[in-house]
């Protein structure tokens, strides 16, 4: 075997200089942040600062006005939301996002990728799509509801019934957007177990959140954002003790 230099490896995802404005005020500022692959990836800061835009810029729910996004080494700038989704990044949304008049399963079965109406009313009927969904309801521990419209859930069960529905769509990135917010501690916990057992199985999490008792035991990595740029990263034990960050959230 012929001697090779070795191959890079890539970071999960990784932005240069991603910048959004909303008329007079720019929510991502020249941002230039990478996230560990197969780790467990917080991204915190005070409110406003940024952080679900820059999800919004990443996942192609917004275009960015400037900069770039590479997904494992391949740029993906600009790219519309399902093709983001199509190379492997998943994401829920600060306030979730469930059908409310649709059950459970029915939720699941439009929550995968489908290139068409016609290839996703097949679907419906596909014993596979339901034994996957099923597979999924299991593991966030909501299969018992299974028949159940999603309006009749606690929010805390929807925010569980959104992940099933990412999982659905098989990420190798899950990005969460709030997981623990609004939901009650119990809940916290179980997806909290979750994110560590999926970390274990291989998937890469990017967390925002502002519930720091779940951000210091469950992250890897912390990304601190201010003002649209972040201001430090590092292990979550670094990134407590770190004066910029204490600035930014207390203006000490
Ligand atoms: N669609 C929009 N139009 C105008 N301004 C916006 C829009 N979206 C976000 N902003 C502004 O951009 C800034 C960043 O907002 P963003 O929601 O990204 O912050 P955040 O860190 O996610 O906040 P929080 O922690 O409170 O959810 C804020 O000043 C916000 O008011």
Redesign the pocket.
Known sequence: MSAQAPVAVASSLETVELT?S??G????DHASVRFVDGKVNGLI????????????CVTGM?KPDAGSVAYRGNDITRHASDRVARAGIGRSF?LCRVFPRMTVMENLLVAVRHPSLRTLLRSADDEHERERARHWLRRVGIDHLEQAEARNLSYGQQKLLELAGVLMGDPDTIML??PAGGVNPALIGRIATLVRELNDEGKTFII?E?NMEMVMSLCDHVVV?DR?RPIAEGAPSDIQKDPRVLEAYLGV
């Not at 005020?25 to 991502?28: E, I, K, L, Q, S």
């Not at 800061?45 to 919004?56: A, D, L, M, V, Y």
Request: aromatic share 14%.
């Open positions: 959004k909303f008329g005020v720019t929510a991502v800061g005070p409110n406003g600062s940024g952080k679900t835009t820059f999800f919004n917004i600060q957007d709030e925002v502002h954002f649209g």
